[in-house]
Structure formats: C-alpha cells, structure tokens
C-alpha cells in the first residue's frame, strides 16, 4: 500500500526514505535524504544519509582510543545524523546475529533491528568489532539523529515537506554521496528538476 493511500493510523514509514522537497528551508535538512529507523503512532527516528562532516572514521576512532583495523573504512566520512545528540554516536549496519540459534537477538548491546536487514547500534561494542576489523561488511556512522513527535512527520508529509519511498540499501551504503539525493529520488521514477516546492505531488 503506498503511503498516498494509507491514513494516518496506518502510515509506517519504518525502513524508507524522506526524501527533501525544494521547499525545505532547514539547512540541515534541505536536499537531504533520510532514512527512517523507527516510526509509529508515537513519532519517528531517522538518519540522514547524504550530509557528511568533515571528520573521517579514522579520526573518530583515534577519538574514542581505538585503532581502526578496517583499510576501508579509515577515509570514511562521519555524518551529520541530525540536529538530535549530535554529541552521540549512530551506526547503521547490515544486521549481524550471534548464530542461527539466536533467533533476533543482536550482537551488540543496544541496537534497534530495523525490517528490511539492518541495525542501529549505539553501543560501543560494534565500533570495537571493527576495530578489529570485524564487524559488520557495511557500516554508515552519524553523529545526531533525527527525529519527529507524534504526528509531526504525517503533518509534514501531508505539508509537501518530504517525498517517500521505500529505502534501498546500496543508496545508503555504496552510491556516492553527492548522488544519493538523485538516486533516491530515481526510486520513485522522479528526476530533480520535476520537483516543485508548490503543494501537491511530483
């Protein structure tokens, strides 16, 4: 059911992506795609996935004493998440379970399982399984995270704030940065310049 369709007691926008319209003012916001973690009747979480900082993975662990043993990973950027704790860390990631017999347990401490195969992990210990170069293959790291009261996200929908799709890993994890906002749009058959910032749908 699209999310045209549904009302606002059925919308769950869980494991799709916002996608800004033009009209979006907020700096934080304007042109940024986020990916929804969490949605229900009582509000929604989010990170935004196409506003990088000017910090790399290799400095944030050399800032929390920990060698990155993951070639990959070390020239990363840290993104901006969100205006919300930005003091805080938020790893998206492929999920990972302890074994087969661990049904949905996660293997890290404190992780919101996410339907679609991933996790949110805020604990430390999935940033110390990569430090040895384990842990998750994919991994998109915030600082802050974004988020929306009851109702707040349904109104803003309804506002023409955001376009909504439903989410695709590789736009998170392996499109480049500068083309996320294209290609998750390119999800809904839309190209930017269609879009206006006036009420109704592209």
């Known amino acids: 059911m699209s999310a045209e ?11 799709h992506f916002l996608i800004a319209m033009p009209g979006m003012q907020d700096e934080m916001f304007s042109r940024s795609v986020v990916y929804v973690c969490e949605h229900s009747d009582k509000g929604a979480l989010g990170i935004i996935i196409n506003k990088p900082s000017d910090i790399t993975m290799g ?7 920990l060698l990155l043993r993951r ?7 840290v993104f901006q998440g969100g205006p919300v704790h930005t003091e805080r860390g938020f790893v998206l990631h492929d999920r990972i379970v302890l074994d087969a017999s ?15 195969g991933l996790e949110m992990t805020t604990s430390r210990d999935v ?9 998750p ?29 439903n989410a695709n890993t590789q736009v998170i994890f392996d499109t480049p ?3 996320r ?3 998750a749009l390119g999800l809904l058959g839309v190209q930017p310049w269609a879009l206006s910032a006036a009420a109704g749908r592209a």
Request: aromatic letters at 8%.
């Open 127 to 135: 940033l110390e399984a990569l430090s040895t170069g384990a842990g």
């Open 5 to 15: 369709t549904e009302t606002s007691e059925t919308l769950n926008l869980t494991h």
């Open 71 to 77: 070639d990959d990973l070390h020239q990363e950027p």
């Open 181 to 183: 906002y294209d290609m």
């Open 137 to 165: 293959r994919r991994v998109l790291v915030s600082l802050g995270y974004s988020s929306w009261g009851e109702g707040q996200l349904e109104s803003e929908i309804t506002e023409n704030a955001w376009l909504t799709v």
């Open 177 to 179: 940065i500068e083309q």
């Open 102 to 116: 661990a049904g949905d347990e996660s293997a890290y401490a404190s992780t919101l399982t996410i339907p679609g």
């Open 59 to 65: 400095k944030l662990f050399d800032k929390v004493d």
